[in-house]
């Protein structure tokens, strides 16, 4: 994919990222460093929405441009800066001119240079481990193909002005030969070859169900204290792993709702038997929608919604959850391949898709009680989970 791309920068034409989840929306993309007019004349003909030179938000406070003021509080809003032109620019509109602008920028000129406000529109990317935005998907890419971390990027609309137009952008695509990218995938490649993970610390931790170790980690993917158990050698290989979401009503209170503590205990005691094995405790209670949210969806489940009817409506989805992190403890701890004990499909699909080999899956049965059959029997049926029930 990466090698596609390049040729096609090579040939002056942009790449289109797609937002499937966020804006459903799609831009042309390009890097800063090559630009030039034909390249910006093709961007707002075809393009026609607001053209923007992204970068890292610390890069731009250290060159001295600086945030707009909003009345926006939203944490995932756009990130705008300062609009710019060159300081020896006439109007700075025309396509010469506003390459110009650009092309100054990604020689690393700091705001001394350059007019304001101006007609490119600067925007701050905090990082597609932040937020999966075009602004982040952008300026990673161009890290991804080691290009300076600065891109140029113009929503496209159609030939109606509309912007949601999934079609249109297909054929655009087709038409100019441009590769269609959707932000995921930028996002999937960046949690392959990056690692935001660390362990830090270790002690052992004596329990019911045998002698483990704990692990702690420095997290500067999503900030949330995972940990991680295990016992025997790391270096096994494949090694016998579970991965297990929080569930602070079942793991700790016994819940006789879910399956989810006699999982745990069941992973802690395979593991003491067969002598190597790894359990990663990721913090994504309620199927990642937090306890408050889960407890509201049990109180639709006490009147007779079940598991994934009561997450829709509370406005959420049936599943929240990443397992990126979780791939990113197994690649901080070196380990490659492994048998993940699991019944659920998504958890294979989503570690295979973040470079980590799952040999196979091994069922792994939780305890069925009269108070949790249902709730199975809908992860079977909803949400394809592989239990005999
Ligand atoms: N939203 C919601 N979450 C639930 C409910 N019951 C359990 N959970 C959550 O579901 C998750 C279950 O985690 P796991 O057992 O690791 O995952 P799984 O999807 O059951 O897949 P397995 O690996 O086969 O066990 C936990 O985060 C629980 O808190 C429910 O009724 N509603
Ligand atoms: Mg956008
Ligand atoms: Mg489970
Ligand atoms: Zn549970």
Redesign the pocket.
């Known amino acids: 994919m990466m090698e596609d791309i390049l040729k096609t920068f090579g040939m002056n034409k942009p790449v289109i990222i797609w937002?499937e989840d966020k804006?459903v929306?799609a831009?042309f993309v390009f890097p800063a460093q090559m630009v030039n007019k034909e390249i910006i004349n093709f961007f707002v003909s075809k393009g026609k929405g607001l053209l923007c030179l992204a970068a890292e938000e610390e890069y731009l406070i250290n060159k001295g441009f600086f945030k707009l003021p909003t009345n926006n509080y939203d944490k995932l809003k756009t990130n705008y800066f300062i609009t710019i032109d060159y300081k020896n620019t006439k109007t700075g509109i025309s396509a010469e001119e506003r390459s110009k602008t650009i092309k100054s920028f990604s020689d690393d000129l700091n705001i001394t240079h350059f007019k304001y406000p101006g007609h490119v529109q600067l925007l701050g990317s905090i990082g597609i481990n932040k937020r999966k935005?075009?602004t982040e998907a952008s300026v990673e890419l161009m890290k991804l193909l080691n290009l300076k971390p600065f891109a140029i990027l113009i929503?496209i609309l159609d030939a109606n002005g509309n912007s949601h137009n999934y079609d249109y952008i297909k054929s655009l695509s087709e038409e100019f030969k441009l590769p269609l990218l959707n932000i995921e995938d930028i996002y999937s490649e960046v949690i392959r070859k990056k690692l935001f993970v660390k362990p830090i610390s270790e002690a052992k931790l004596p329990t019911r169900y045998g002698d483990f170790k704990i692990i702690g980690f420095e997290n500067n993917l999503d900030g949330k204290e995972h940990f991680a158990i295990y016992k025997g050698s790391l270096k096994k290989e494949p090694l016998l792993v579970r991965i297990h979401s929080e569930c602070v009503t079942g793991d700790v209170l016994s819940s006789r709702k879910c399956d989810c503590g006699s999982q745990l205990h069941k992973a802690m005691r395979k593991i003491n038997e067969v002598g190597d094995g790894l359990i990663i405790y990721l913090r994504q209670e309620g199927r990642d929608i937090g306890i408050a949210n889960k407890i509201k969806a049990y109180e639709l489940q006490d009147k007779g919604l079940d598991t994934v009817q009561a997450n829709l409506e509370i406005g959420m989805p049936a599943d929240n959850r990443d397992y990126a992190v979780a791939a990113q403890i197994l690649k901080s701890l070196n380990i490659k391949s492994i048998i993940l004990m699991t019944n659920n499909p998504d958890k294979v699909n989503q570690l295979r898709k973040y470079g980590i080999e799952v040999i196979k899956n091994e069922e792994h049965l939780g305890e069925i009680t009269e108070e949790n059959r249902f709730y199975l029997k809908i992860k079977k049926e909803k949400m394809n989970h592989n239990i005999k029930i």
Do not use: I, W
Request: proline share 0%; glycine share 14%.
């Open positions: 937002d804006e929306e831009d935005g075009h929503e």
